[in-house]
């Protein structure tokens, strides 16, 4: 479920329900089917897929909440305060920890030093062990994961504040801010470690690169332009992760566009497209793909933003960014399922149920499989014959 989230001057009651069902705020008097999931329909079998391994984190899941993989191991968090690291190949825990109280984001990690956030804003890092290293606080709510290089520890806060935080001691080393719109979508985004920057997106349709070793903006781009005469008309957040493909980074904002800038030419872009998603996107050498808003997932030629082929048969399944498992996509839904879609054509070729209801983390490809952590708090490990 993607969620409104309040910002520094948004003071009218909002409803914390579906963002594009809107039934439960009562603003149609009946319910006349359009939101429904669409159900799941018979197809012929593309591909085997199979459960590798799972383990329990902890509990729950979350918006803010996404494993990170790194060489032979995963590193994660669920809101109960659990936080671990685990072998990519078994699943079997190295270390697990547990936080004082609930947390709101995780984990990030560079392999020495792990960050996860709390609802308050609180930043946790743990060392190589398990052990907590620091806690700081940040300026205001944490609620997308931390991301873990360059010797610190990245977070971006309710009040639009990009902070960055020494690995070792906790010490605040720079914070960038840009202003930010009364309100703004509480949906899944991720920022990104590149080549010595750390880009992430912003409410409002930014798109920001700045200098890990000082905090200077290198770059700003233009996803999208709100528009519309209310807050709600205006609402345009840049979602899910930025991706790079050689000299393009690409992004996609819900209410926008999904864009490609070329790095090489200035950060001009080199297409966009009117397009809406609440999950975001992924890529490959050929295509960009992405959900949109009613779950009905696209692929885009990379060079030019060619629409190639569109899937529906997952429409209003409130479905994930893909993530690449050989020649298929995997996006998870609402009820628990992971499917697998043809990335040539989008064909359905495979379907498998992970449990614990909705999946809201995006699908992590991974050397091993696909790896899914589950509404319940499990890691899951899923490979293809």
Not at 55 to 83: C, E, M, N, Q
Request: proline fraction near 5%.
């Amino acid at each position: 479920m993607r969620k409104f989230a309040p910002g520094r001057t948004w003071r009218g009651a909002v409803c914390l329900a579906s963002l594009l069902a809107l039934g439960g705020c009562g603003l149609f008097s009946h319910d006349d089917g359009r939101y429904d999931p669409a159900p799941l329909t018979e197809y012929k079998a593309g591909m085997s897929v199979h459960q590798v391994w799972s383990t329990s984190i902890g509990s729950g899941s979350g918006l803010g909440f996404a494993p990170t993989v790194l060489g032979s191991a995963v590193y994660a968090a669920t809101p109960d305060g659990s936080v671990g690291k685990f072998d990519l190949q078994s699943g079997r825990p190295l270390w697990k920890a547990k936080t004082d109280g609930k947390l709101s984001a995780g984990a990030g990690s560079d392999g020495t030093t792990t960050a996860v956030a709390s609802p308050d804003g609180d930043v946790i890092a743990f060392d190589e062990t398990g052990k907590v290293k620091w806690k700081v606080r940040a300026t205001s709510d944490v609620s997308i994961p931390p991301v873990v290089g360059y010797g610190i520890v990245v977070v971006r806060s309710g009040d639009y504040r990009i902070q960055a935080f020494d690995a070792n001691s906790g010490e605040r080393v720079w914070n960038v801010q840009r202003p930010g719109p009364s309100l703004a979508l509480r949906s899944v985004s991720q920022m990104v470690l590149a080549e010595g920057l750390v880009i992430t997106g912003l409410p409002g349709g930014k798109l920001m690169a700045i200098a890990s070793d000082s905090g200077n903006v290198q770059w700003e781009g233009t996803v999208a332009t709100p528009r519309g005469a209310s807050d709600l008309e205006r609402l345009t957040d840049v979602v899910g992760a930025p991706r790079i493909a050689g000299s393009l980074l690409c992004g996609v904002a819900y209410q926008g566009r999904i864009v490609c800038f070329d790095v090489t030419a200035g950060g001009r872009p080199l297409w966009a497209k009117d397009y809406s998603s609440v999950s975001g996107l992924t890529l490959d050498d050929r295509f960009v793909y992405s959900a949109d808003q009613n779950s009905v997932v696209n692929a885009f030629a990379l060079d030019n933003g060619g629409n190639v082929w569109k899937q529906a048969a997952l429409k209003n399944r409130q479905v994930t960014a893909p993530a690449m498992l050989g020649g298929a996509l995997a996006v998870g839904d609402l009820e628990g399922y992971l499917h697998f879609l043809s990335r040539s054509d989008g064909s359905l070729m495979a379907r498998l149920s992970v449990g614990g209801g909705a999946v809201v983390s995006p699908p992590q490809t991974t050397p091993q499989g696909v790896l899914v952590q589950t509404g319940n708090g499990n890691l899951v490990m899923i490979g293809a014959n």
